[in-house]
């Protein structure tokens, strides 16, 4: 037997209201200057403001240059934000983009070099050797769960491909999960981000790797957002679905610290070569791939349509997923979003050699993403 090693560290606040914790939180600490990080599209919404409205006793500035697939120039731009205020901590405060940027804004402040330095498959990568300044997290999408995990997605300046940082030292110190912060979040992306989260949980459950844990995680993490998403799409301001589907959020990115597979290495091709947003890239290739594996584990997708409340068996999931986009809006296929033929020569490499084909349950080639790129078109 071999022996295998298993963390779920972070301390999560979960309900509505818990941003009001925060202040609190960081005045514990001994914290006095802390940088917010958030996204352009949020630092105009009044969401932020009412936020930090509850930051009472601290000094506060706020970084709001992330937008987009965020780049490696954004993380930067962060850092030099968090020495000119002199700040203390970071509060990431946002959607899966800004919240990644966050995590590393802090390690860019103490640390030399860029932080594509930093990237796990860099061929010097550099070592987090400093003490990381405080950080805590406040999930604005239910999608990613990026609060909760120990990678940050950065794109490269110039072209566009993620790369990802990856160390336990990243994880943030402790989590506010308020559903509040989410009910202002517009229809379409709450679908997309929903479509995220539930492919997480689809996709950790099913890769072969040895972590019932994860496993049990990502199949209530399944049944909570399957039950909410889209209720939570038709009635924005429904609290229960909106915490239904942040806790799933999290759960499905406590849950694919196991491993994801090839329905996020077409994803992150599309987000490089096409800039697609994350969540709606996974909602466009998810029943296409996970239709070619269920051949590879049959039983996995039985439990899958158990666990959402699907009868019929693995089949009758993939179908329920179909008609669940629609339902969401999430309409046509790839073609629609502009993805054409003349993508397929710098897709398909990026989603073979990505690091999640290797844990996809289904072994995938070049020729098997030309193949499902086609079909989801
Ligand atoms: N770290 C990880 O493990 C991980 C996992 C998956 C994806 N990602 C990364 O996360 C990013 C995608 O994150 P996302 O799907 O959360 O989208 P996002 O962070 O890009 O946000 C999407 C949009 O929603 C807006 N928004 C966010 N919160 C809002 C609110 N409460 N009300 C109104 N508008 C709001 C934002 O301004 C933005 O325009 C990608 O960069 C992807 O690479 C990271
Ligand atoms: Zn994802």
Redesign the pocket.
């Given at each position: 037997m071999t022996i295998t090693r298993f963390a779920f560290p972070t301390p999560i606040h979960f309900g509505a209201g818990a941003r009001k914790l925060v202040a609190a939180h960081l005045l514990e600490q001994g914290i006095r200057r802390p940088l917010i990080v958030t996204?352009?599209?949020?630092a105009a919404?009044p969401?932020l403001a009412e936020f930090q409205s509850h930051l009472k006793g601290l000094d506060v500035a706020v970084f709001s240059g992330v937008f987009g697939?965020?780049t490696c120039a954004q993380v930067m731009a962060g850092a030099a934000a968090f020495k000119a205020h002199g700040a203390d901590a970071v509060i990431g405060f946002?959607?899966?983009?800004?919240l990644?940027v966050a995590k590393v804004v802090g390690m860019m402040a103490v640390h030399d070099g860029d932080v594509l330095e930093y990237v796990w498959d860099h061929p010097q990568v550099r070592p987090i050797v400093n003490e990381l300044p405080y950080f805590v997290a406040l999930p604005?999408?239910s999608?990613?769960?990026?609060e909760v995990?120990r990678?940050?997605?950065v794109s490269e300046n110039d072209t566009h491909h993620?790369r990802t940082v990856f160390s336990a030292k990243i994880l943030a110190r402790a989590v506010f999960a308020d559903p509040e912060?989410?009910l202002?979040?517009?229809p379409a992306?709450t679908a997309?981000?929903g479509m995220?989260a539930l492919t997480h949980n689809i996709e950790s459950y099913l890769s072969p790797a040895y972590h019932p844990l994860c496993d049990g995680i990502a199949l209530e993490g399944l049944r909570i957002g399957a039950g909410a998403l889209a209720r939570a799409v038709a009635e924005p301001g429904n609290l229960q679905a909106r915490a239904d589907m942040m806790m799933s959020s999290m759960m499905g990115?406590i849950a694919f610290q196991k491993d994801l597979g090839s329905v996020h290495a077409c994803a992150h091709a599309l987000?490089a070569v096409c800039d697609m947003?994350?969540?709606l890239a996974n909602a466009l290739m998810i029943d296409t791939v996970l239709a070619w594996n269920h051949e590879a584990v049959p039983k996995k997708f039985d439990e899958l349509a158990h666990v959402a409340g699907v009868s019929g068996g693995g089949f009758a999931f993939i179908a329920w997923l179909k008609h669940l986009k629609l339902q969401i809006g999430i309409t046509g296929g790839l073609a629609a979003r502009g993805v054409t033929r003349e993508h397929l020569p710098r897709l398909v490499p990026l989603a073979t050699t990505d690091f999640t084909t290797g844990t996809n349950p289904r072994p995938a080639s070049a020729a098997d993403y030309e193949r499902l790129f086609l079909q989801a078109m």
């Open positions: 996204d352009r599209g949020l919404l969401v697939n965020p946002g959607g899966g983009a800004a990644d604005t999408t999608g990613t769960g990026s995990g990678s940050s997605v993620k912060l989410t202002a979040l517009p992306v997309a981000t995220d990115a987000g947003h994350h969540g």
